[in-house]
């Protein structure tokens, strides 16, 4: 623990240079004020807690080590690198983190040279890091060190493999770092997390591994052309200790490890014996997440990204539920799909590692047998769901929006193709507020509607959720639903379900100046905008279409033919979606109309809260009454 007679370090830690100014035997006492530090700030400020707490020695150890930023260190997701943040010049605007116009909470190069390359969605590093590494050989410019940090749940992707696989293939000096904490956001799933379980308990075979590689380094035998008869050593070894395969040697790459991650000596020690090894190398490090705070070691999950807490009870701040308030749209798709899959037992779920983020845990719960959880892995998500669909099973493929870009030929190929049935439910369509511009789930609306076969719905509330999950059921070919994060507006919540005609929409509301036509819960905000309006005598009539394709072209005649100025509302990007088809609807179909599109225009939207980020999207209430006052006029 920090005294408060000891001075403080990381108030003098304004760089990572400064950091390497101080001996070893400083470092323990940097990484104690880092964690207090992160623990203190996301007390008050929400962020992942978790993830960061588990990496605090591993990243003082490689700022201490390596000369970054000529260095280069590729967070993987980057929701582990707060730490990397406090390090890198960002301590003092770390309490802005995740808020408008504050710091990102991932790494993002136009944030700070230390940030090598974007992160937020999974497994990426590797690749990434390996294409700076091979890119380094060539340049004339020098070598650089180039570091992928790699989790143990991210490692289940499919696109890391795709980089271990590329690894050995041409000169590079990467260095790759898993981190091993056996968890993603839930418990780490699959073959490799029983793997990676199995090795780390082979501790004679690699601690003589290290023993090894220790001695011939100090008798200089470790040249480069000494590698290939070192490995076939090692191998010799494994085999006679372990009977046990190296999955990370058999792709040519040198494995070192497990080794405790949160000794900080000992990391630093480690780093500094393999950083000189040339060629693709990898570190096992084994770390808890949450560590150094108790309730985030104990419980993982719910500390993932725990919102306001108590720092000294432990205790999360989470406000009580009334249940007559409006419902969670994740609560409605997990009790919904429960229900479904009670009434017939060929409804199964399906998540690419996000059980608890898309509430798939009740139907865990309720149906172990019927639940999927296969790792991030969304491309394999869906068709691994394709799979089952063709045997007759009813998929819920629940992806989120932003994450589901991973799968798109998938959604094409596998399931679109071949018109199978499986209900593709997109969680967090939409702006997502403060996990920033590379979680927004803004694409799918204009990516998915060109593909052939694909029914695509946006319910306007919590209810209609759950009757288009209802209609999906029932429909016989592929069916994609998105519906954002948190909770709907209703308050006379029903608990029926009831089917809503494919390709029909709901006029809401009359009127004679403007047509609004919006699709998805952002309908809401244009109700409370034509509440306004109507108080200035201007009169709106609102669509709400709930299909994107196949469209109501019954109520775009009507609109087309009664109407002239046309306003389009949807919570996503204006290329491609609902007002790009109802634009093309119209001048097809030869109506004289103008039309207005309101969504997210030709600019990716950093991070900020909800409202905020709507307002900067004209998407809010107020705006969008602006909007339609404009165009009266
Ligand atoms: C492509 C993609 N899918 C899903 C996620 C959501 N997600 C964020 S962190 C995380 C778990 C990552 O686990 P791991 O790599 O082991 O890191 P840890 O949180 O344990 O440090 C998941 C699933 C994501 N960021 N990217």
Not at 137 to 159: H, K, P, S, T
Not at 403 to 427: E, G, K, P, S, T
């Amino acid at each position: 623990m920090v005294t408060n007679e000891q001075e403080s370090l990381l108030e003098h830690i304004h760089i990572p240079a400064d950091l390497r100014k101080l001996p070893t035997d400083k470092l323990e006492q940097v990484c104690q004020e880092i964690r207090t530090f992160i623990i203190t700030v996301l007390s008050e400020n929400p962020g992942h807690l978790g993830a960061s707490l588990g990496t605090v020695e591993l990243t003082v150890a490689l700022h201490y080590v390596f000369n970054t930023p000529i260095d280069r260190i590729v967070w993987d997701v980057g929701h582990q690198a707060y730490g990397h943040k406090i390090l890198t010049g960002r301590r003092a605007s770390f309490h802005t983190l995740r808020q408008f116009k504050g710091i990102s909470g991932f790494p993002n190069p136009r944030e700070s040279e230390y940030d090598a390359f974007i992160a937020g969605h999974a497994s990426n590093s590797i690749s990434a890091a390996l294409g700076m590494s091979v890119g380094c050989e060539l340049n004339r410019e020098g070598r650089r060190n180039v570091i992928a940090v790699i989790g143990d749940g991210a490692m289940a992707g499919g696109l890391a493999y795709e980089g271990l696989n590329n690894a050995s293939t041409n000169p590079n000096n990467l260095l790759i770092i898993l981190n091993d904490n056996d968890m993603a956001i839930d418990q780490s799933v699959g073959g490799l997390s029983r793997y990676l379980v199995n090795i780390t308990t082979s501790k004679t075979y690699n601690k003589i591994r290290y023993g090894v590689y220790k001695m011939l380094r100090k008798i200089n035998l470790l040249s480069e052309k000494r590698r290939e008869n070192i490995l076939r050593f090692n191998n010799s070894l494994k085999a006679l200790i372990n009977r046990q395969h190296n999955l990370f040697e058999g792709f040519s790459i040198r494995y070192f490890g497990p080794v405790d991650g949160h000794d900080v000596k000992d990391l630093v020690q480690k780093l500094n014996d393999i950083k000189a090894m040339k060629g693709p190398k990898l570190l096992h490090i084994k770390t808890k997440k949450g560590k150094g705070f108790k309730p985030a070691e104990e419980s993982a999950t719910e500390w993932h990204a725990p919102g306001k807490f108590n720092k000294e009870t432990g205790e999360r701040i989470v406000l009580p539920q009334n249940l007559n308030e409006p419902q969670l749209y994740q609560d409605v798709f997990g009790h919904t799909l429960v229900e479904l899959a009670q009434q017939d037992e060929r409804v199964v779920g399906v998540t690419p590692a996000m059980p608890t983020g898309c509430s798939m845990t009740y139907l865990f719960k309720a149906s172990p047998e019927r639940a999927f959880d296969v790792g991030i892995a969304e491309g394999h998500a869906v068709t691994f769901s394709a799979g089952l669909a063709k045997e007759g099973l009813i998929p819920f493929c629940n992806v989120y929006s932003s994450f589901l870009q991973r799968a798109y030929d998938q959604v094409i190929h596998d399931v679109a193709i071949q018109d199978l049935h499986l209900i593709l439910c997109i969680d967090r369509a939409g702006l997502v507020g403060e996990d920033g511009v590379t979680h927004q789930g803004v694409f799918d609306l204009a990516y998915l509607r060109p593909v052939p076969n694909l029914t695509i719905a946006s319910p306007l509330n919590e209810w209609d959720l759950r009757n288009l999950m209802f209609t999906g059921y029932h429909a016989s070919s592929p069916f994609v639903i998105r519906y954002p994060r948190g909770k709907g507006e209703l308050d006379n919540w029903q608990n029926t379900m009831e089917i809503l005609p494919v390709g029909k929409g709901k006029k809401r509301k009359e009127g004679t100046q403007i047509a609004v036509l919006s699709i998805g819960p952002i309908g809401n905000a244009v109700i409370q905008a034509i509440e306004i309006v109507e108080k200035e005598d201007i009169s709106v009539a609102h669509y709400d279409m709930i299909y994107l394709k196949p469209m109501d072209e019954t109520i775009l005649h009507e609109v087309g033919k009664q109407f002239t100025r046309i306003i389009t509302v949807e919570d996503g990007t204006i290329t491609g979606g609902l007002g790009s088809a109802v634009m093309e609807f119209m001048a097809e179909n030869g109506y004289p109309v103008c039309v207005k599109r309101i969504g997210i225009d030709d600019r990716f939207i950093e991070h900020g809260s909800l409202p905020e980020l709507y307002q900067l999207c004209g998407m809010d209430a107020a705006n969008i009454a602006q909007a339609i006052r404009a165009f009266n006029s």
